[in-house]
């Protein structure tokens, strides 16, 4: 039998607010604190102690049901999820229940994956709710206690729950990818998952199909929930091996029953955690602390500070200046690099002129997006430097995307010229000059070295008499490394053709 996975997730948004959601302790990451010192009466549960929602942490949390497209509420209120564990100090979670800040959105994506079905996917918002975290609790290696840092309990998130709209472990991944990048540029959370900014629980079933791949039933399926997956890779590898797990299962007539599994990192396997609780477990009542919030007001505002997506960026990137799918996708997801990226566009623009700059378009924007994505960011990633930090200004990248263009530089001494312009700060035309990396050679010069190539390689020379057009990419070769680049390719085969004859 065939199956198709039917996949949903939920994603829980650390947002970047100086406090936590109902009270003033810091909103800091693990480790960036010694434990135990960003706490209050309120954060851990002391009697009498009175939650206060944080404005600042609605803001966001409206930007982002702004970003999803989400339908806002005119009302919202909070909840208490009453659950017990230690990392729990009040014995409940302050939570949303029935009147979230945020229902139902939507969330376009591209599936980069050669292999993939569908390229472009929409996935649909079930709900975004308001919550504080829980503490984080330090179990001893070799099992004997566990202590407590309640540091981040009361820290903001942003749960986001999406339909069961996936249907490969790739889109997942995609989804997750596109956004972090929404969260980021929109300034609601820095959403690392190593930091455990953004963590996804992801819930799978099966569904079996008929030979012409229609659903053979109505109903779905009991679905399996993994939790805590922490990195993109392990949502992806934890939802092929449910995949295949649940597969196996069907196929020897013993299904899956609902159950909330973790994933073994090590081991590559999920394991059984515990039976699912529903919603009545957790006893939800309206939270008496807190009053119900009017949204109309600061929903309407956050609507006109929404800035531009990422996929509105992605797409005008390639429609104003011809920059592939890839690099515009590149630039959007790496910080900074969209902003420099313009500046040099505009740059080139005078350097070359704007009528000529429009005639060129594409193959100008490929050349740039080149040596931006590749080269430049290579090099960067080698330094530990970021965009920011880089002294190349956008004027004289431009300059030197000029100097290739019209091919006063081969791309090796183009990549010599790069590192210089990145250590050096100066101007390219400067630095080509006093490193003298132009192909400026002599005619002359140039011929007594491919008459020497010519001479000493007799096999070569034949494999070109016989027909081997392609031998001549050997001679520019030779003729590179003899003259450390400074050869321009099209006159070595122009030289190579005339005097072998
Ligand atoms: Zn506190
Ligand atoms: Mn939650």
Not at 138 to 143: C, I, R, S
Not at 362 to 389: D, H
């Amino acid at each position: 039998m065939k199956y198709a996975p039917i996949i949903g997730l939920e994603i829980h948004v650390q947002l970047k607010t100086k406090s936590k959601l109902f009270c003033s302790c810091a909103n800091i990451n693990e480790g960036d604190a010694e434990a135990n010192t960003a706490i209050c009466p309120v954060c851990t549960g002391q009697p009498g102690a009175l939650p206060a929602l944080n404005a600042h942490a609605l803001e966001l949390a409206m930007l982002a049901g702004h970003a999803m497209k989400c339908a806002i509420p005119d009302t919202a209120k909070f909840d208490r999820k009453n659950y017990f564990y230690p990392d729990l100090p009040k014995g409940y979670q302050i939570s949303q229940f029935d009147l979230p800040v945020c229902g139902k959105g939507q969330l376009d994506i591209t599936v980069d994956d050669e292999n993939a079905s569908r390229k472009e996917v929409r996935i649909g918002i079930t709900r975004a709710h308001l919550e504080e975290d829980a503490a984080k609790n330090q179990h001893a290696p070799d099992g004997s206690s566990t202590l407590v840092d309640y540091n981040r309990g009361g820290t903001p998130l942003l749960e986001i729950v999406t339909e069961p709209d996936f249907r490969s472990p790739a889109e997942a991944k995609a989804f997750l990818q596109e956004l972090r990048s929404i969260m980021r540029s929109i300034g609601v959370s820095d959403a690392d998952m190593e930091k455990g900014q953004m963590r996804c629980d992801a819930n799978i079933s099966l569904m079996p199909l008929n030979d012409d791949g229609t659903p053979a039933q109505i109903e779905l399926n009991p679905k399996v929930e993994v939790k805590n997956l922490n990195s993109f890779k392990a949502v992806e590898r934890a939802l092929a091996y449910e995949i295949e797990r649940q597969t196996d299962l069907y196929d020897t007539n013993t299904p899956p029953l609902q159950s909330t599994r973790g994933w073994d990192e090590n081991r590559g396997v999920t394991t059984d955690q515990r039976s699912k609780e529903g919603s009545a477990d957790y006893r939800y009542f309206p939270e008496p602390d807190l009053p119900p919030v009017n949204l109309k007001e600061i929903r309407d505002m956050m609507r006109s500070k929404l800035p531009e997506l990422p996929g509105s960026t992605r797409r005008r990137l390639q429609e104003e200046y011809g920059f592939s799918e890839a690099n515009a996708a590149f630039l959007v997801a790496n910080e900074g690099w969209t902003g420099y990226a313009e500046h040099v566009m505009s740059e080139l623009a005078e350097w070359i002129g704007s009528d000529k700059a429009e005639d060129q378009k594409a193959s100008l924007a490929k050349l740039t997006g080149g040596w931006l994505t590749s080269k430049l960011a290579g090099f960067l990633t080698e330094m530990n430097r970021t965009i920011r930090e880089v002294n190349v200004t956008p004027e004289n990248f431009a300059e030197f995307i000029k100097i290739l263009h019209q091919g006063e530089i081969n791309s090796a001494n183009g990549q010599k010229l790069l590192r210089l312009m990145i250590e050096h700060g100066a101007d390219p035309s400067h630095l080509m000059e006093e490193h003298n990396l132009g192909q400026n050679m002599d005619e002359n010069e140039l011929r007594v070295v491919v008459e020497r190539l010519i001479a000493e390689n007799p096999a070569q020379v034949e494999q070109y008499k016989s027909g081997n057009e392609k031998i001549l990419m050997w001679f520019v070769g030779g003729a590179m490394k003899a003259t450390e680049g400074k050869a321009n390719p099209e006159a070595v085969k122009e030289l190579a053709k005339k005097i072998i004859g």
